[in-house]
Every structure is written in C-alpha cells, then in structure tokens.
C-alpha cells in the first residue's frame, strides 16, 4: 500500500524532521550570543573594534584547533573567573597583538 498525503507515518516523520531543526535553531542562537559576548569582551579589555574582535576569535580558534564557540566560552569563564588555560590565553594575547589593540585618534590640533 502507497501512503498518502496524510499518512501519519509521514506526518510523525516530518514533526521529528521539525523537532530536530527548532532544536538545531535554539543551539544556533545560543551559540551566536555566547561569540557576541565575547567579541564584546575582546573589544572593552582588548581595545579592539567589533570586526577585530571577531577576527582575533576566530585566528585563536583556528591556531588552537578549538571550535570557535568553546574560545568564545572559555572567555566568557575567564571574564567571570580570571582562569583560563595558559595555551589559549597565550594565543589571545598573541593575537590581539597582531589584530590590534586599535589606537585612539588624536585630538584634532587646533
């Protein structure tokens, strides 16, 4: 026998199909907001524009083979804590050096 257009077998798979993606969906959106927070970090200690903070998660995700969302969680422990592991510390500060920190303009002469 064929199923139909209103199988349930079919219906029952399409409610797991779209359980899956809102699951899916919540983690992405979690996850966005932990990287936002510390690129926000990175930008208030490390002096660094927005744009630079993302790029100095990323190159420290990248040299350390940490998905960039455990970098991203690993500051946010070290904002609360202090602590973070001397590897990865050492390649933020490595690469704030080479991605910033952003100098402030001078004042305009008069």
Known sequence: MTPGPHDPSDETDRI?????EVEQLKEAVT???VVDQAIGMM????????DEGWVVLR???QRTN?????????ILIW???GEMPPEIRAELEAAL???GPTQIPEAPSE
């Open 43 to 50: 930008v208030a200690l490390g002096r660094v524009t927005p």
């Open 97 to 99: 050096d080479r991605h």
């Open 79 to 81: 904002g609360r804590d």
């Open 31 to 33: 996850s966005h907001a």
């Open 59 to 61: 190159d420290v995700s």
């Open 16 to 20: 797991f199909e779209l359980q899956e």
């Open 66 to 74: 940490i998905k960039l969302r455990n970098v991203a969680d690993l």
